[in-house]
């Protein structure tokens, strides 16, 4: 992997030379560890004039979860504790002879920036934007190979819940039960915080598990995904508790998942980011539900679980091979519940089969 984190670190150095600085600064924790190999509590990477180093605020751990830094890397610990990582590398930087220091703005706290200026008053700081995200967008094989197993991971701890008993238990309780699931079957640890959905709750985006048990009748949605050396992904599905759905529930979720298919047929190499999100909010629009969906159809995923690309309607930009997306359109009716449907996918040509589904259980309307 030590050519790999170089590769990318040569691809973002290119970059910054291009736009006329000599030095960047990695501040972002997804970032560093995409560059880095690792991203320790607190530390930055530094690609500087002469060396490459990551500055870190204390010892290293070694969890095998938080990942290994790249050995090719020179490890800078703060020899004091209570530093700041980012203020010594740009100190560093200006040691190494650096006129000039690309950093992330988006990331940096006006403080920290000013912080930065102090203690290299001679150093031209410059935007480095999102150079280091737009890098992050296609995946290797390594990287999906990543995604795949947290997904066959989710799929397992889903699968086993769907076996046990559900009615009387609580939203919360089930949340943490396959949260608990996900790291006995080798995850590093959830992709987020777990959703679990009942009743009028049901179908309503990034809804917070409560106290509300699970009754007979009910829509039952979940969300989950799970961290694999790094790697997130995402599955959510909808059940019903019961013998058989009422009829309203019926077409609520034939049509979500009329809607879900339309979007991931869409995704092709080439494709619009708009029209991904248009093909799904097309099919529920149509039906009335314009006023109930969400402000977007999906979003990549990655060492960040909600990255770009953003397919949302404003979204600008086409899909390229080898990004993984979920496509997840979802109704929720206020009082009554609602469905959402979301998988994790690989983009990729018709040639070799067109999308790649990485989450697999089954999207049948369920009568548990």
Not at 6 to 24: F, K
Not at 134 to 143: G, I, N, P
Not at 243 to 256: F, M, N
Request: charged content about 25%; aromatic content about 4%.
């Amino acid at each position: 992997m030590s050519e790999v984190y170089a590769t990318r670190r040569a691809q973002l150095r290119e970059r910054c030379n291009a736009a006329g600085t000599a030095a960047a600064l990695i501040s972002r924790p997804a970032n560093v560890r995409y560059l880095a190999g690792a991203a320790p509590r607190g530390s930055v990477l530094l690609l500087g004039k002469s060396e490459d180093l990551l500055v870190c605020a204390g010892p290293l751990d070694d969890r095998p979860t938080e990942g290994r830094p790249d050995e090719a890397l020179i490890v800078h610990v703060l020899p004091t504790p209570g530093g700041d990582s980012a203020v010594t590398a740009a100190g560093l930087a200006a040691a190494q002879g650096a006129e000039s220091l690309a950093v992330e703005e988006h990331h940096l706290t006006v403080a920290r920036h000013r912080a930065l200026s102090s203690v290299a008053p001679k150093l031209r700081l410059a935007d480095l934007g999102g150079a280091v995200e737009q890098l992050r967008v296609v995946k290797d094989e390594e990287e999906i190979s990543c995604l795949r197993i947290g997904a066959e991971i989710a799929d397992q701890a889903l699968g086993e819940l769907l076996e046990s008993i559900l009615v009387g238990r609580t939203e919360r309780h089930l949340a943490l039960e396959l949260e608990r699931r996900l790291v006995d079957h080798g995850a590093d640890g959830p992709a987020f915080a777990t959703s679990v959905a009942t009743g009028p709750n049901s179908g309503r985006r990034g809804h917070r598990p409560t106290d509300r048990r699970v009754e007979e009748g009910d829509f039952l949605s979940v969300c989950l995904g799970a961290t694999y050396r790094g790697y997130r992904c995402e599955i959510g599905r909808t059940f019903v508790i019961g013998t058989s759905p009422a009829d309203w529930q019926i077409e609520l979720y034939d049509l979500v998942f009329a809607a879900q298919r339309a979007g991931r047929e869409s995704l092709a190499p080439g494709a619009a980011y708009r029209e991904v999100d248009r093909a799904a909010r097309q099919v529920l629009g149509s039906a009335g539900y314009a006023e109930a969906l969400p402000p977007l159809t999906g979003h990549g995923v990655g060492l960040e679980i909600d990255e770009d690309p953003q397919l949302a309607p404003a979204a600008m930009g086409k899909l390229d091979a080898c990004v993984p997306v979920t496509v997840e359109p979802g109704v929720h009716l206020p009082g009554r519940g609602g469905v959402r449907i979301d998988d994790t996918l690989v983009v990729r040509p018709e040639a070799d089969g067109g999308p790649e589904l990485l989450t697999i259980t089954t999207k049948e309307l369920l009568a548990l």
